[in-house]
């Protein structure tokens, strides 16, 4: 096991009363004015946003709106975000919402407090050093921003798509009520568990060994998530199942599951290949959603470095879905961990899930694009299971391609 | 799933470099002068005590001590405590050991600011409505106390032992370094072991259902110990072994294990039956070690309940012990479910731990003596999974003695 520093500050309200909590919570943290981010309409329709008004004013905390956020949040958002912010007065960020509408949140709070632009901490020209408050209702569970030190934004003047992290943009509070996820459609409910499910592997795969409570627990989530996911697309209103899902999506990203596998303290365990493969994707295309990117470049990922480690993935495949290894030897164990990621697939594939590029009507030849956009993200080798350059990079893609 | 509030805000600072970041941490939060709370030489003759200082030292951070601290720490303690405190200008605890020392930590630091008798809060007289910051370097993994919010007080003058909770009290950070637990002699493990699976056991037996996420957590984290402990008994300085006993027992109890189980958001979950019945063994006997008491009294415990919900006791011995039961009958229920006790009982006696309290030098005679004390601290009805009056703790006490 590695070191590590495990810290998760955040208070979690979780259940059917969540959401009437919220303008008592930040009340009585002293916070006069949120400024309330959300993205298309659902959050009118379903009646959340309505619910959280009617909470803040019955608390005397004032509000601002900003809706409109799209999916993979982009970098004129922020900077709009932060002009409102500062004109109306507000002292915390209340988004309302996923993980596009949470990192375009954080993207402000931390953004609020520095005078150059806020892209300079995405292009490492700047430290993130403060952050407002953050509390969050969450309402479309699978990019885990809800307890994570991390933020992506997408910079669409030069097709970028980035990540930072610290530990103050973490939020202060997060409501969870399972029911305002009851009429999420099966594509977003099916790529959310996807990212969930990316999210641990994204660390157990960190190519630093095993620690035997991490794992145990990695593996339980994905469990869970496997067997809630049908249960939640079959029947949206399975409370069970979409409480189930909602809280491994918590705990697959707030560094829980990655405790002792980092290479150090100061670094989130993992090499994150497969985030950093499609977050490409979505770069060139903000209509890809994430979960659904993932679903088709991890387990393409998995296939191009297993043979680094078949070993972990067989372990996977055995805490997973129950498969052993016909014998000990190094054929079984291979046939194992290529049957592990076959098992993955065909998961998400029976979630809806694409299972190549070519469904999201891409072509090949866009792959040198992708290249280009990786490099500059990512420097010329990434990657911690094995490291990755661009022709690595380019067969990964290709195998997404043929899947 | 019940609703629920998590909130675990301690840094966990985890490995072999944990100790020598005490100082530096204390210092960033501008802290100037920490009282060193320990108990008994051991953290002196291992060294620790020394690098904590010498941390301290070199970055400027004054301290205060106070060492002596017995098992099952009684109110006296605290008090000189509190007024070493107040006199030496300490501005936050630093506990060095395990769940007694932080717990006499956590108490010096909520009465501190208290101006009446500390132990208005054990009596229900005062509430905790402050604390000061706790920074703990943990030796001794098994009460989960570095990351709890909780704290256990004896108080001999009145042969009671009485447990106050508030959210102010969880430490700020906590260094835990499992080299330092090399050391433990092997009745202190398998006493911490017991422990950490009694607190994972007082939740999951909650009489309040299931709860997908959290079920799969806490039998990972048992299949974790009992894989793990056998491991640190045989090598003592095997530091994978000691580093999951160590990260599981604050997982036992920083009540992750506990989300959804709870009945209602603001109590913890479960009934914590068997922690009321051995905490007056220890009020009797402060030498009984509370995790040998709890592997007595949690399987008799176990035994006299069971038949309220064998399904769940068959569900736990399916996950942590793999019992599968012979049919869907009730019968093969209740087989599984009786065989699953049998199995944690054998895992106890394995590590050494005791069956009977006879064990203890104790006489059947003491019982009544024991229920007064229960009623006293639990009322004359107590217990979730199954409401236990005077003559059902009898009746427990009793299996407790015949074990």
Redesign the interface.
């Known amino acids: ?18 959401i009437d909590a919220v303008g008592g919570e930040l009340s009585r943290r002293s916070l006069r004015k949120a400024l309330i981010v959300y993205g298309g309409a659902s959050a009118v329709r379903s009646g959340v946003l309505a619910r959280v008004k009617a909470s803040l004013d019955a608390n005397g905390v004032a509000h601002e709106e900003m809706g409109g956020v799209r999916p993979n949040p982009e970098l004129n958002e922020v900077r709009a975000g932060i002009a409102l912010l500062r004109a109306s007065g507000c002292d915390c960020l209340l988004p309302v919402g996923g993980g596009s509408v949470i990192d375009c949140a954080k993207a402000i709070a931390f953004g609020a407090g520095y005078d150059g632009d806020v892209w300079d901490f995405f292009d490492g020209k700047a430290k993130i050093t403060g952050c407002l408050p953050i509390a969050v209702v969450l309402t479309l569970p699978a990019a885990g921003s809800e307890g994570s030190a991390s933020c992506v934004i997408s910079n669409d003047a030069i097709s970028a798509k980035r990540g930072v992290g610290a530990d103050s943009m973490r939020p202060t509070i997060a409501f969870m009520d ?1 029911e305002t996820t009851f009429t999420l459609p099966p594509y977003q409910t099916a790529s959310g568990v996807t990212d969930m499910i990316a999210h641990i592997c994204e660390r157990y795969f960190s190519g630093q060994g095993a ?4 794992d ?2 990695a ?3 994905i ?2 998530l496997i ?2 996911a049908p249960k939640a697309l079959v029947d949206p209103k399975d ?2 199942a979409r ?2 899902i909602m ?2 999506g918590t ?1 697959a990203h707030n560094d ?1 599951a990655g ?2 596998l980092a290479s150090s ?1 100061k670094t989130r365990a993992g090499g994150w290949e497969s985030h950093a493969l499609e977050h490409e994707l979505s770069a060139i295309d903000p209509k890809i959603t994430h979960g659904a990117g993932l679903a088709v470049v991890m387990p393409a990922w998995m296939r191009y470095v297993v043979d680094a480690d078949s070993a972990r993935f067989a372990a996977f495949g055995r805490e997973v879905f129950g498969i052993v290894p016909a014998d000990a030897s190094q054929e079984a164990i291979k046939a194992a961990a290529s049957e592990t990621i076959d098992r993955l697939q065909a998961f998400f594939v029976s979630m809806g899930m694409p299972r190549s590029l070519k469904e999201f009507g891409l072509e090949e030849s866009v792959i040198d694009r992708l290249l280009d956009g990786l490099e500059k993200s990512k420097g010329r080798v990434f990657g911690a299971f094995k490291p990755l350059g661009r022709e690595d990079a380019r067969a990964i893609y290709e195998i997404a391609f043929k899947n």
Chains 1, 2 share one sequence.
Not at 5 to 14: A, G, H, Q, R
């Open positions: 096991m590695n070191d590590f520093t495990f810290y998760s500050p955040t208070k979690f309200i979780f259940g059917r009363e969540a399972p620690a035997a409570v991490t145990a627990i593996t339980s989530l469990r869970t067997a809630s409370y069970e409480a189930a809280w491994a705990l829980l405790c002792g303290a």
